[in-house]
């Protein structure tokens, strides 16, 4: 089997379990934007936004560095193991006890009002749970990836959303059935059950979070509490700014909507942060594509660097990884009047101008991430943490300026200039210091295509879903003519 084929393949089933997973995560989009309203989803989406910086803090890039010191020290797999999940589990452990003790002045920050300051409090205390028991489960999870255990980590993440969705449903649904037809258990339910409310989504992500714990016993019982200080001394140096440049993307991608909440009037701050939250769940799919290349891709570039044509085989991926983007790109956009249809009220729709810029980001951040293995690979993270502080940097003051005068649709412009000075930094620099033989011209001709077909689609064919889908069809048609003969060369090789 060629090592595309290999690549390929191990990419799919982490594709498939992503795909799927964020499918069925996705179908709550239209769940919650048609019980809750735009302000109480902008709530749900400001917590997770907060849930996200912290949960970078906490991996602490400890995942990372775990492939790449499993490849470079294969006599201390083990050592790797126990140095990687010590880490993570006491900063972890650090974060719960003072996460709890001061869970009160965080929920006071986090609202003015004080009829809403005990359901915060309480919003704040499931969250720490669930970024607690998320984070010591990152390098059980990385073990299972590095052994090669697609599988079986494709099941847990599958167990977890389908806790996820589950009890969503539940409470949602079935317990509002159940008091209303006076069904068995209904007056028990009837005794507490709040109706509407935002907080048993966390209930029940901090359930699925539990069950994911369990499911990855065997692995943390394989964990030993040794500590080898002089190898946690090099891990450190490589993690500590895979750190910094994980929660500068971090910021990159939530900044926007904790400071939509913080910048616009209090009358409109929750609805319009509501409206991008809900929006913003339409560029999933191309967000969903990245994160199943990434699960698959890192521990392959890390354990095929010492091959003869290692660089030439991350050419050829980044090319077909651009195509596909490219692609996504312009069918999402085609398609959009009926996506948004998954956003079942209609005053979220006003949002849909800010999805092209988006999405286009998103296309920019898969190109950088796939970029970022030179820095990875040559042990010079120090170049990740520069460039994501440019990004984090261009985020926060663009934002600051340009909220106030533009609401969300200046985020999403903000994002999408972020990630696109990203990715040519990355380009320029790894050209220099890691230098790898990408077919920059073809690549360039796809990405400007695509940006030229959105163009027409969006705007000037008012998204015409007949228009837009014929454009695609050939855009597709006129990249598998160009892309033939390289495409049958690599699937007929052996």
Not at 62 to 71: D, G, I, K
Not at 352 to 376: E, H, Q
Not at 403 to 408: A, D, E, N, R
Not at 431 to 442: A, D, E, G, S, V
Request: include cysteine.
């Amino acid at each position: 089997m060629s090592v595309l084929k290999k690549f390929l393949g191990q990419t799919a089933i982490y594709g498939l379990s992503t795909v799927f997973s964020r499918l069925f995560n996705f179908i709550l989009t239209p769940i919650y934007t048609g019980k809750f309203a735009a302000g109480t989803y902008g709530i749900f989406t400001t917590m997770y936004a907060y849930a996200s910086l912290i949960n970078a803090v906490l991996a602490f890039g400890m995942e990372s560095t775990y492939f790449r010191y499993l490849n470079k020290h294969e006599d201390k797999k083990q050592e790797v193991y126990n140095n990687s999940f010590l880490c993570i589990a006491f900063i972890s452990v650090l974060f719960l006890v003072t996460g709890l003790v001061f869970s009160n002045p965080i929920a006071n920050y986090l609202t003015d009002d004080p009829k809403q300051l005990a359901d915060y409090k309480s919003y704040v205390q499931f969250f720490i749970w669930i970024l607690f028991i998320d984070a010591i489960c990152v390098i059980p999870f990385a073990k299972l990836r590095a052994d090669n255990k697609a599988f079986k980590y494709s099941l847990i993440k599958f167990m977890n959303i389908g806790f996820f969705v589950g009890f969503n449903l539940l409470f949602i649904y079935v317990i509002p059935l159940m008091i209303k037809h006076q069904w068995p258990m209904g007056e028990w339910f009837a005794s507490w059950y709040r109706g509407v409310w935002v907080g048993y989504v966390f209930i029940a992500n901090l359930i699925a979070s539990l069950v994911t714990f369990v499911l990855l016993l065997p692995e943390f019982l394989k964990i030993q509490l040794k500590f080898d200080k002089e190898l946690f001394g090099k891990m450190f140096s490589y993690s500590w700014p895979i750190l910094v440049a994980n929660l500068s993307f971090i910021v990159n991608e939530n900044l926007d909507k904790i400071v939509l909440s913080r910048l616009l009037p209090d009358s409109i701050a929750d609805h319009e942060v509501g409206i991008y939250g809900a929006v913003c769940k339409i560029a999933i799919f191309i967000s969903i594509f990245i994160t199943a290349f990434r699960l698959g891709a890192e521990p392959f570039f890390f354990s095929h660097a010492k091959n003869a044509n290692a660089k030439k085989t991350y050419a050829t991926i980044l090319h077909y990884f651009v195509i596909a983007l490219a692609v996504l790109f312009v069918g999402l956009i085609a398609n959009i009047e009926l996506l948004k249809h998954f956003i079942r009220k209609e005053e979220y729709w006003v949002g849909l101008p800010a999805v092209p810029y988006l999405l286009f980001g998103y296309v920019c951040l898969g190109i950088y991430m796939n970029l970022s293995i030179w820095y990875r690979l040559s042990d010079q993270t120090r170049f990740g943490l520069y460039i994501s502080i440019v990004g984090a940097s261009i985020t926060i003051l663009l934002n600051f300026i340009l909220i106030p005068k533009f609401s969300y649709m200046g985020s999403a412009w903000v994002s999408m200039l972020a990630y696109f000075v990203m990715m040519v930094i990355s380009y320029v620099l790894g050209q220099k210091y890691y230098p790898i033989p990408y077919n920059l011209k073809r690549i360039l001709a796809y990405l400007v295509i695509s940006v030229i077909l959105v163009i027409l689609s969006f705007w000037v064919f008012n998204r015409n879903i007949y228009i837009g889908n014929a454009m695609l069809l050939v855009f597709i048609a006129g990249i598998a003519y160009l892309e033939k003969d390289e495409l049958k060369a690599i699937l007929l090789k052996k």
